[in-house]
């Protein structure tokens, strides 16, 4: 048989792995024919509101439900007291705590869900709620962390015994009523001795405010119970559907076989959508106790106010160096903050997530982390924003804290940055606060990325803004926002790694037609990363079918394999690890079937792109496709029929992407507004399996970057009241107020992945908040500034500079 | 975000409207583009028992150009002003406040009678009708009245118009000499931090006239006849500069929100100041 097309054309057909191949998903995304838990409709559907609480603190002393059942429409209100009976008034955490789902006896939080209106539809329900009369008390509300440790006031008398004593937390002893953890990295006394020691130490106190991932869509869900049958069918928006239905099983009593939870098209997540909400149970009380399918959808407010936040770290650090510039040790506190339960989403072992990945990407021999939880009369939450487990405030502190040290030195920050880096030949490299970076190589991206925007002359042009601003020719200044990142992602492997006793592991299934096509599924789920796209891409270059033959389902625990779900960017560096494994399952079958199909040992054929050949005489080939068909048409000694496979992938380590980023800005002293001039961003997410999406990624994580540096945030005044419930207030970069975005890269395979792949989701939001926020607090360098908090909106950009005597 | 249960009123003509504003009184609302007015039914902010829908009344999307004195239906849309070519040539501040309102999608819906009948500091377009001069003219029970844009504005949300009065037409005296909107703001979208509307008239050299107004820095616009004086008669120096903004500093009251404190406000207030006098003058 002649071949046709060439080797290459071969490999193009297939569209995998390196193919900047469009995205499927995109069809009926950009026609608005996706299909988002709102569009579903079911017969008799009900829907169901909250009653939310006005104060961020208050006692419950009654709550009359008659006036909202009077409402046409309106069919049940429920209370803790309907919830009690089943057990079902509070709810556990991801992080050990527990939390009410409906007021029990107190609010903590503004926005906190009271009662549940359960209607025929959403107008009726919106009205029932206005005319629940909640009769509330005041409790002095507590809003600062700091004050909360302190104070006498007791957020969660659940959490103290009737003697007054403070029992254990999940996390081990507690040291005040609203204290929750002590978390601890490190070596504590080497450091503080090695700092005490040091020939310089730069010290910095630093607040990386509260935000919110605010995904485009609000969480929602619709939760179905089928009394005929008894399986509970529950829609909704989550990043983990299994481990949703594992929760549903655990806290409901419901086998796990009764419960299917779908997660349908999902408009975003960041975090947002891991958690477990009181909408969710709520919605599966209401199916069953009305037999009807009962909706719950948030609201912008909703969503901004009471599903999970990110970050609220107050930090304080010590770095210390010899006078040359080489870094010695590195000491980190935070006060966490963690609202009115701890709801942070972290593999359990982690209540501070992977804050301990905060020595960065420097060589530092000796370092000590010390978090300490804390609850206040905030919403609950502490997600990881587009970023693996707090990784994003570890590495706004050690980027901030290089740049302080930098100062201190009187060092240029990029040649501080340079010295202090974990050489190549380093690798695999175990940080002094435990974690072992898989590989990386800093100095030629570094090198890389200081060439492509001539870093030396945009020092030379910022020197010479500094004496125009001196001379009064301009009043704007120049800022060089620098950032090198290493993240640690793929959570994770299972012997340290789980969530609620859940391995973290991931999984894929393949099935491959007679005809040669495949479907495959997943543990993940996608909120817009592109799966369906680049997941076969993977495959396709496995086992030697085209992309565009192989269907990727996620999302429907009753079809998909088990997986912890995506978020923290461990789609690719887990479930992508399971989907080559599965493939080469395949493969491994496959070869044997092409053995006896060419009459040879299975040892005298091999694998070329899409077919296998016998060595030596390519000309005698059996194609994926003739393959496929064989396993369904022929009875092969020795060979099971059909050609399936799955695996689940516990992965040896995390992966470490990394990544060089500046960012050049103009800022108007007089009115605090920035400009962003340029942004350059070179990714090393290891091996790129498409690069039209990874740079898409890249662009949508610097926008959230660019959006938490400057301006969004979640704020609350004295009260509690959350001042920044709605997008007019809430900062939501558009088009418009985002920069033209340089993207680059550098491939250094993870080397114990199976394709080398390290995920890219989330670093360039990891390595952009700080890039931003430094080029803001660099532009002020020169005139004594060394350290503003953000977000660097334009009030607060200009009070540094009126701090800083630059308003005459 | 669901407003409460509300009876929707779509009449034909003024006198439709009319009779169902005397017919449910406070009760009533009218609804031009509908976007300040539904955001605030849903937020139960507004509660609007009876709302009347303007779209179908005739003869207010009208924008006439005459030689002194323009007319603008207080129905046409922001979007319908950055596009009238006329208009931009006789009053071109209005294309360039209007560039500054909200977004696209808003300016398809927004209208000069709703953004100048709505009593919201934040709005754009009452400081821009005050520096211009212009009038509004109102229909009631009582037949038409003409209430001037600086004697329109009370409080926040309390201005000269009746509740069951209409605004139908907003008239302005053709502007002279040189203008600048300057508006400094979050995001795109956004509202002012501080905003400022300037037209300057050059004679021989040196400033002849000058009015300005300033928008989200009181609970009402602020027409500031004192800058606009201290300007008149320099060459726009420093000292006159100065001056300008001193008087204009004098009568603002801004209040402290998410967008900064009163100082960061008033400061940045003289700077649009500042730099909407400069702007214009260049351009008188
Ligand atoms: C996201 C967003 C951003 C925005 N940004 C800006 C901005 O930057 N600057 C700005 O100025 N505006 C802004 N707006 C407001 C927008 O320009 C509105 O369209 C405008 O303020 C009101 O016009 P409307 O036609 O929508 O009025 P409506 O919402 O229909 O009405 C507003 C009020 O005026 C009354 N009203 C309307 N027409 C009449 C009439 N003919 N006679 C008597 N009363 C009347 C109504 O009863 C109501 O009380 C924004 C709006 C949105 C949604």
């Known amino acids: 048989m002649k071949d046709e097309v060439t080797r290459e054309e071969r490999v193009d057909n297939l569209k995998g792995m390196g193919c900047s191949r469009k995205r499927v998903e995109d069809a009926r995304f950009t026609q608005g024919k996706g299909n988002y838990v709102d569009d579903l409709k079911l017969d008799g559907m009900l829907f169901g509101d909250f009653v939310r609480s006005p104060y961020a603190h208050a006692r419950i002393k009654s709550i009359d439900t008659a006036a909202a059942l009077e409402v046409p429409g309106v069919l049940a209100v429920l209370t803790a007291a309907d919830l009690e009976p089943l057990g079902l008034h509070w709810m556990p955490t991801l992080a050990g705590d527990k939390q009410m789902v409906l007021a029990d006896g107190k609010v903590l939080f503004q926005g906190q869900e009271v009662a549940f209106v359960v209607a025929e539809d959403r107008f009726a329900a919106a009205d029932g709620i206005e005319l629940v009369e909640v009769d509330y008390e005041d409790l002095p509300v507590l809003v600062d962390p700091f004050e909360a440790l302190t104070s006498d006031v007791v957020l969660r008398e659940d959490l103290v015994a009737e003697d007054g004593t403070l029992p254990d937390g999940a996390h081990g002893p507690r040291k005040h009523a609203n204290h929750i953890f002590t978390w601890e990295a490190g070596d504590k006394a080497p450091t503080a001795e090695v700092i005490a020691n040091a020939e310089v130490v730069a010290e910095e106190s630093m607040y990386y405010h509260r935000t919110h991932p605010c995904p485009l869509e609000t969480c929602g869900c619709v939760a179905s119970m089928d009394k005929v049958n008894g399986k509970l069918t529950l829609w909704g928006t989550f990043q983990a559907p299994h481990a949703i239905r594992t929760i549903v099983s655990l806290i409901s009593g419901l086998e796990e076989h009764n419960i299917r939870?779908?997660?349908?098209?999902?408009?975003?997540g960041f975090g947002n959508k891991v958690g477990a909400y009181p909408g969710y149970v709520c919605s599966v009380v209401a199916s069953i106790v009305t037999g009807k399918p009962v909706k719950w959808i948030e609201d912008r407010m909703d969503n901004l106010m009471t599903t999970a936040f990110a970050r609220d770290y107050h930090m304080t650090g010590k770095i210390s160096a010899t006078k040359e510039g080489k870094i010695t040790g590195l000491q980190c506190?935070?006060?966490a903050d963690h609202g009115g339960f701890d709801a942070c989403a972290d593999p359990t072992k982690f209540p501070a997530g992977f804050m301990n990945i905060c020595t960065g990407s420097y060589d530092i021999p000796t370092a000590y982390l010390e978090v300490d939880g804390v609850y206040t009369n905030k919403a609950p939450g502490g997600v990881s924003y587009r970023c693996s487990f707090r990784v994003t405030e570890a590495v706004y502190f050690i980027e901030r804290m290089i740049e302080v040290l930098a100062i201190k030195l009187d060092m240029d920050a990029a040649e501080l940055r340079r010295i202090n880096f974990i050489r190549k030949e380093q690798f695999p490299y175990t940080a002094a606060l435990g974690w072992e970076y898989d590989s990386g190589d800093y100095h030629t991206a570094w090198d890389k990325a200081l060439k492509a925007v001539d870093y030396d002359g945009l020092r030379a042009e910022q020197a010479q803004r500094v004496a125009d601003f001196k001379a009064g020719k301009t009043r704007k200044l120049m800022g060089i926002g620098l950032s090198f990142f290493t993240e640690i992602v793929g959570a994770g492997p299972v012997k340290n790694c789980d969530i609620l006793g859940l391995g973290m592991f991931d999984s894929c299934e393949i099935r491959i037609h007679p005809t040669g096509s495949a479907i495959a599924r997943l543990g993940t789920i996608s909120q817009g990363q592109g799966h369906a796209t680049t997941f076969a891409q993977i495959l396709a270059s496995e086992i030697g079918?085209?992309?565009?033959?192989?269907?990727?389902?996620?999302?429907?625990?009753?079809?998909a394999p088990y997986g912890l779900g995506t978020y923290g960017s461990r789609s690719t560096p887990v479930a992508g690890a399971a989907t080559a494994m599965a493939g080469r399952k395949i493969r491994a079958k496959a070869q044997m079937i092409a053995a006896y199909l060419l009459e040879v040992h299975d040892d005298d054929v091999e694998f070329d792109v899409d077919r296998f050949v016998v060595k030596g005489a390519p000309e005698r080939f059996k194609t994926m496709k003739d393959i496929a068909f064989a396993a369904y048409n022929q009875a092969i000694p020795g060979i099971e029929p059909g050609l399936e496979a799955v695996s689940y992938y516990d992965p040896p380590n995390m992966t470490y992407p990394f990544g060089a980023y500046v960012c050049v800005m103009d800022i108007d002293v007089d009115t605090g507004v920035p400009e962003i001039r340029r942004f350059y961003a070179l990714d090393d997410c290891g091996t790129r399996i498409n690069p039209m999406i990874i740079e898409g990624q890249v662009h949508g994580g610097l926008t959230e970057a660019l959006a938490v540096a400057l301006g969004q945030e979640i704020a609350y005044d004295d009260m509690g009241n959350c001042k920044t419930g709605t997008l007019m207030d809430f900062f939501l970069p558009t088009a418009w107020e985002v920069p033209n975005y340089e993207t680059d890269f550098t491939v250094t395979p993870s080397p114990h992945h199976p394709i080398g792949a390290k995920g890219v989701g989330e670093s360039p939001h990891v390595g952009g908040v700080p890039?931003?926020?430094?080029?803001?607090?660099d532009a002020f360098r020169p005139f004594g500034n060394t350290h503003t908090n953000m977000p660097h909106d334009h009030w607060r950009i200009w009070k540094t500079a009126n701090a800083l005597g630059l308003h005459g | 975000m669901i407003p409460a249960a509300f009876e929707y009123y779509r009449p034909k003509d003024m006198?439709?409207?009319?009779?169902?504003?005397e017919e449910h009184g406070d009760d009533a609302?009218?609804?031009?583009?509908g976007h300040s007015l539904i955001p605030m039914m849903k937020l139960r902010m507004a509660e609007v028992p009876h709302l009347i829908d303007l779209q179908d009344v005739g003869g207010m999307t009208g924008i006439e150009v005459g030689t002194d004195t323009i007319r603008i239906g207080a129905m046409v849309t922001q979007a319908a002003i950055i596009d009238h070519?006329?208009?931009?040539?006789?009053?071109?501040?209005?294309r360039e406040a209007s560039l500054q309102i909200a977004d696209p999608q808003v300016r398809y819906m927004g209208t000069v009678g709703g953004n100048v009948a709505n009593g919201d500091p934040g709005n754009d377009m009452p400081g821009l009708m005050q520096c211009l001069d212009a009038t509004f003219v109102v229909v009631g029970p009582e037949g038409e009245r003409s209430i001037p844009a600086r004697d329109f504005y009370e409080a926040a949300y309390m201005t000269a118009r009746e509740d069951d009065e209409v605004l139908t037409a907003v008239t302005l005296p053709t502007p002279k000499g040189g203008h600048a909107y300057e508006k400094q703001k979050r995001k795109i979208g956004d509202y002012a931090t501080a905003a400022a509307a300037v037209q300057i008239v050059k004679e021989a050299g040196a400033c002849a006239s000058a009015s300005i107004a300033m928008t989200n820095l009181s609970d009402t616009p602020v027409f500031s006849e004192a800058a606009g004086a201290a300007l008149v008669g320099s060459t726009l120096d420093e000292a006159a500069l100065n001056a300008a903004v001193a008087a204009m500093l004098n009568d603002i009251d801004p209040s402290e929100d998410n967008r900064g404190p009163v100082a960061f406000k008033k400061h940045v207030a003289g700077v649009i100041l500042r730099r909407a006098v400069t702007r214009a003058w260049s351009r008188a």
């Open chain 1, 545 to 559: 079918l085209p992309a565009d033959s192989i269907t990727i389902e996620e999302g429907d625990t009753d079809t």
């Open chain 1, 333 to 335: 506190h935070v006060t």
């Open chain 2, 29 to 33: 609302r009218v609804m031009a583009g």
């Open chain 2, 15 to 21: 006198a439709g409207v009319l009779s169902l504003l």
């Open chain 2, 85 to 94: 070519a006329a208009l931009a040539v006789a009053a071109p501040i209005l």
């Open chain 1, 261 to 268: 939870v779908i997660s349908p098209d999902i408009g975003g």
């Open chain 1, 771 to 777: 890039c931003f926020s430094n080029a803001v607090q």
